[in-house]
């Protein structure tokens, strides 16, 4: 049973440019979250996702931010006009819904973003 | 609104000791709470939870957590450190009534077991 995906793994950018970073979740999952990690400052909540919709979003930089996740396909977190300090690594995890939902996330290894 | 504290940076012990690494969390309901581990360049990974019933909780790896309601703590615990523990700690909460919504985690423990 394949565990979270996350890809890419690593990407580089430079200043200006977009990072597009994906996660399909744990089979059976239906909730999606996104964190980012920067040195010295744990990880810190971006957005909650259910399938086509966005739960909560309380997190996340009201500019050049936005996630989805579609009826069909990954999750993705879209970064635009990137900046140096969006270089973090940014951790998916996911969750069932409903009843057997007891809690825990499972997280996948994480998309390291660099900007130039 | 939910919060975790990590008092400690960094919690340096001797292999074969016992290790402590504290957690202090805040929440307006009841709590769920839960640790993981990081390793370099790795995601994270569950080591135990509390939803309800025994203070104690007993996880992966020899760890061991215990909840104290009055001083709103969740330590992890283990009897005897191994070089391998050497990694870093998370501690996170998430309101029982709040059900589906996101884990606040704390800025994180690095453990650092010598030999």
């Known amino acids: 049973n394949a565990g979270v995906m996350q890809n890419p793994r690593h990407l580089v950018r430079r200043r200006g440019q977009e990072a597009r970073l994906r996660c399909s979740p744990m089979?059976?999952?239906?909730?999606v979250y996104w964190y980012r990690q920067l040195p010295e400052e744990g990880l810190k909540f971006m957005v909650y996702?259910?399938?086509?919709?966005?739960?909560?979003e309380s997190g996340m930089p009201k500019e050049r931010f936005s996630a989805e996740f579609p009826k069909e396909g990954p999750s993705i977190l879209r970064i635009q006009q990137v900046v140096r300090g969006d270089s973090a690594a940014y951790f998916c995890?996911?969750?069932?819904?409903?009843?057997?939902?007891?809690?825990?996330?499972?997280f996948g290894e994480g998309s390291r973003l660099t900007v130039l | 609104a939910q919060s975790v504290a990590q008092p400690e940076d960094q919690v340096n012990v001797a292999e074969g000791n016992p290790l402590t690494v504290k957690c202090t969390y805040s929440v307006s309901g009841n709590p769920y709470l839960f640790w993981y581990v990081q390793y370099p360049n790795r995601g994270l990974q569950f080591l135990l939870k509390?939803?309800?019933?025994?203070?104690l909780v007993k996880g992966s790896y020899g760890f061991e957590a215990e909840f104290n309601k009055s001083q709103t703590s969740f330590h992890l615990k283990k009897p005897s450190a191994l070089v391998s523990d050497s990694a870093l700690y998370f501690c996170?909460?998430?309101?029982?009534?709040?059900?589906?919504?996101?884990?606040?985690f704390g800025k994180g423990t690095t453990l650092s077991v010598s030999s």
């Open positions: 996170a909460v998430r309101d029982w009534g709040q059900a589906g919504t996101a884990l606040i």
């Open positions: 996702l259910q399938k086509e919709n966005i739960i909560d």
């Open positions: 995890a996911s969750s069932p819904g409903g009843q057997t939902n007891t809690g825990e996330l499972f």
């Open positions: 089979k059976g999952h239906s909730h």
């Open positions: 509390y939803i309800t019933g025994d203070n």
